[in-house]
């Protein structure tokens, strides 16, 4: 079988260079209009009166009153409404679309809507708890009860907002019996079923269809629920299309973003300087709707000892509401908050303890066979240690921690070890997404892969085809994947959670492998497979005890930076690190998102700054809300371990999260290294900086 | 509205307009190049560059009139041409395109730099494409290729 890993080139990389591609702004319809949104000016208020002008001939306001069936975006829970009704809740939120055909024309007709309110008290802090989980591991307070002494840490982290470089936007199409929604989007079921609540349809009216989507980071998972719904109340009530594009100023206002987050830790030292338990309590702000929290704060909690196994865990929770935007999903989803937090922790325990940190934190590094954070077992064979050693040697980590620490060096060097639980929390595949793809051998013998999943820049469409094309053992061209179309393609579920190429290539994989046994030329074939849980994966979703994910990927990061001792800029030097996502489907691919993914990383540990006043964002745009550029990324160093995990396709789990999770806490260990002073919160700024440095 | 008339991808052309407008909007809606691509319209991203008279501009940032009597050349009028080939081939075989919304940009800022300097030092690369953001690669592979397009382009540039 020849080596899937070996890289070929992107389906999709002409009609990119060539500036062919059509991306939701580019796509136009005859007769379509435009939508902009009127959003909230207070943060919590009740809407007394809406003052709407005369309307020119041909401009449209689209309200609640215009829904159908339920004003709710359905996400998990059923409280973020699709416009406004008697309050609003955060600064931002939108109330109405005001609908027509000149750009102009409807900007002044949103500026001159006045909207009366009646201010409410908002919530800002940690203070109304909307979910509370735990869960143990072992007996913690015994091992508290038991400890010598008791070491604490408590630890924050800022926002992080996705900058995609395609902003947001839907189109709704109107037809008899039929609403389409074209967009750029993660996941077209999610909108589907969105979209049916509010429509007040079975199914067979609500048609999905992705647009090239301009980069999604999590940003584009349940977000563009929210403006189909509304285009898609628009359509039906106007039977025009209407297309409802953000700039980026309103895109960075009013879009979810990561959560801001504490994170408390107590851990039990043992009488031979042993990590005996540890207790964590993480507390995430969600913004004025729950939406995806709850599931991110799972997977906060989950990743609470990290990549160590302690035997005694006690972990807790909240997600609390607050009146400002709300927060999803981003890349890691509540893991590199906690990553960033554990591997500080365990740093500030071995300094605290006069103990070197490398062979300190070596000690707890997960091996096969051991338990989980829940109680579930690491069944594979984990290469963390040759990992470790691979990067601590490429990088010269032993030399420059020595040579770094003479005073006046002003440079540091740091380490972080990572997962990531790959796929959906839990039983949620077993449970919730209860994946289906097909695959159809047309009669042209050419095969093409029936999926909903998204290509968005990760590679989905060039992997998903590799996979089939390699178990039929015919050519990748004769393997065809288009962006997914609900009319067309069963629901394999969203393209987030790492889940793309494990779950649903696996079971492309197994799809392939029978229609190569019913293989016959000329005549059309359909194959079909569903996701089936492993047997022994045992969850247990209300103690939040047991496998919490089928399969771990694992990576290592080192980070070089020198500090600036004026100006406490920080220069970022190289990059080293190693990862085991079980088997790569595409060398090049995995190292470009491993790249991509890292630099987040790093990005979101020392660079990039949002802040919230009084529940309204204060960055608007990329020129206050700073990204890497191409003169601020460095050089990378990047090795992929081979470790086929027998349940993945070739044996692949999950990549696309995982590199991001490593970056914040390599880079924060590389400064608190530099400048000799415990870092506790990122991003790690040079006011930051500064002021640890004051504090001598 | 005033009339002017300037050269977009080698024609010439005449248009009346509102001279305020953005040329960015002017070539998306009037034209139809959609390559351009707007990301911030500030000036800050780079995703809607264009080639003004050789140099990269943010068409989001340069008003039609200032249009007047300069040659404008976007992605559509580029990719026709050698240099276009063997740029696509060397972001092609690095893999530097990912979501792809900041690369017709990024290939008219490699252009520019290369026409510049045909043999760009890496940190000469970095600094001529710091105008451009990319979100999805890390820049390193869009780097590399740039390095490629240089090799592979002998005399081209």
């Not at chain 1, 319809?29 to 001939?57: C, N, Q, V, W, Y």
């Not at chain 1, 009530?237 to 100023?249: A, C, D, F, G």
């Not at chain 1, 969600?286 to 006690?314: E, F, H, K, P």
């Not at chain 2, 000036?43 to 989001?60: D, I, K, Q, R």
């Amino acid at each position: 079988m020849p080596n899937i890993s070996k890289s070929i080139p992107k389906q999709d990389t002409a009609e990119k260079t060539s500036g062919e591609a059509l991306y939701i702004g580019d796509i136009k319809f005859d007769g379509m209009l435009h939508a902009k949104t009127l959003r909230s000016t207070e943060t919590r208020a009740l809407i007394k009166e809406i003052k709407i002008p005369e309307l020119p001939d041909g401009y449209h306001i689209i309200d609640y009153k215009d829904i159908p069936g339920d004003n709710y975006v359905k996400i998990i829970f059923e409280d973020m409404p699709v416009f406004a009704e008697k309050t609003v809740n955060y600064f931002g939120e939108p109330i109405l679309l005001v609908v027509g055909e000149d750009k102009q024309v409807i900007l002044d007709i949103v500026d001159s809507i006045e909207v009366k309110y009646e201010t409410l008290e908002p919530h800002y802090k940690y203070t109304k708890s909307v979910i509370n989980y735990e869960y143990e591991k072992g007996n913690a307070d015994k091992a508290f009860i038991n400890a010598v002494k008791t070491i604490n840490g408590e630890y924050t982290t800022g926002y992080q907002e996705h900058i995609y470089l395609e902003p947001q936007g839907v189109i709704g199409l109107y037809e008899e019996n039929k609403i389409t929604i074209l967009g750029s989007m993660q996941c077209p079921y999610y909108i589907k079923n969105a979209v049916m609540q509010v429509l007040n349809d079975d199914g067979n009216g609500v048609r999905v269809q992705q647009a090239t989507t301009g980069g999604a980071f999590g940003g584009k998972e349940e977000f563009p629920s929210l403006m189909a719904c509304q285009v898609a109340v628009a359509a039906a009530k106007l039977k025009r299309p209407i297309s409802l594009i953000y700039e980026r100023t309103e895109d960075i206002i009013a879009t979810t973003k990561r959560h801001p987050s504490t994170i408390k830790f107590s851990a039990a030292i043992g009488p031979h300087f042993t990590v005996d338990a540890i207790r964590a309590h993480v507390s995430l702000d969600s913004g004025a709707y729950i939406g995806l929290s709850g599931v991110v704060l799972q997977r906060a909690m989950i990743a609470a000892s990290g990549v160590y196994t302690i035997d005694n865990l006690s972990i807790s929770g909240d997600v609390y509401e607050t009146n400002s935007v709300p927060n999803g999903a981003f890349r890691g989803f509540g893991a590199p908050q906690m990553l960033f937090a554990i591997e500080m922790f365990m740093e500030h325990i071995a300094k605290e303890l006069k103990q070197p940190p490398f062979e300190f934190k070596l000690k707890y590094v997960a091996k096969k066979g051991d338990a989980t954070s829940t109680g579930g077992q690491f069944r594979d064979s984990i290469l963390l240690k040759d990992m470790i050693h691979k990067v601590w040697d490429v990088s010269d980590y032993q030399r420059k921690t020595t040579e770094f620490s003479q005073p006046g060096s002003n440079k540091g060097i740091g380490m972080s070890l990572f997962l990531h639980g790959c796929g959906f929390t839990g039983s949620g595949e077993q449970k919730h997404i209860k994946a289906v793809v097909r695959l159809r051998k047309n009669e042209d013998d050419t095969v093409t892969v029936l999926a909903a999943n998204t290509e968005m820049g990760q590679g989905a469409a060039t992997t998903l085809r590799k996979i089939a094309a390699g178990i039929l053992g015919i050519p990748i061209e004769q393997v065809i994947y288009n962006l997914p179309d609900t009319d067309l393609v069963p629901d394999s579920g969203p393209t987030v959670a790492s889940r793309t190429i494990m779950i649903v290539g696996g079971l492309i994989a197994r799809a392939a492998k029978e229609l190569k046994e019913k293989w016959e030329p000329g005549v059309e074939i359909i194959v079909e497979e569903r996701y089936k849980q492993p047997n022994f994966i045992k969850w247990d979703e209300d103690t939040l005890h047991g496998d919490a994910y089928p399969a771990y990927s694992w990576g290592v990061a080192v980070c070089e930076v020198e500090v600036d001792p004026v100006t406490f800029r920080v220069d970022l030097k190289d990059l080293w690190s190693a990862y085991d996502i079980g088997k790569a489907i595409d060398e090049r691919i995995v190292i470009g998102q491993v790249e991509g993914g890292l630099l987040q990383g790093i990005a979101y540990g020392m660079l990039e700054v949002m802040d919230c006043k009084e529940g309204i964002i204060q960055q608007k745009n990329v020129t206050d809300y700073i990204i890497p550029t191409a003169a601020d990324s460095i050089n990378m160093y990047t090795y992929i371990m081979d470790n086929p995990y027998p349940l993945g396709p070739y044996g692949a789990k999950g990549a696309g999260e995982l590199p991001l999770v490593g970056g914040a806490p390599a880079v924060a260990m590389a400064i608190e290294n530099a400048i000799g002073k415990k870092i506790t919160k990122i991003p790690v700024t040079p006011e930051y900086i500064m002021e640890l440095m004051k504090n001598d | 509205m005033t009339e002017i008339k300037f050269k977009l991808n080698n024609k010439n052309v005449r248009i009346e307009k509102d001279l305020t407008m953005r040329l960015l909007d002017v070539l998306r809606d009037d034209y139809g190049l959609i390559g351009v691509k707007e990301g911030c319209g500030e000036g800050e991203c780079g995703a809607c560059s264009v080639l003004v008279n050789g140099e990269v501009v943010s068409s989001c940032l340069m008003p039609l009139g200032n249009a007047a009597g300069k040659n404008i050349v976007t992605i559509e009028g580029f990719k026709k041409t050698k240099r276009y080939k063997v740029l696509h081939k060397a972001y092609e075989d690095e893999g530097a395109v990912q979501c792809g919304y900041c690369i017709p940009g990024m290939i008219l800022a490699s252009e520019s730099l290369l026409n510049k300097n045909p043999h760009p030092t890496e940190e000469e690369i970095r600094d001529g494409l710091s105008g451009n953001l990319c979100r999805c690669t890390g820049y390193n592979m869009i780097v590399k290729a740039v390095q490629r397009a240089s090799k592979r382009g002998e005399g081209l540039w």
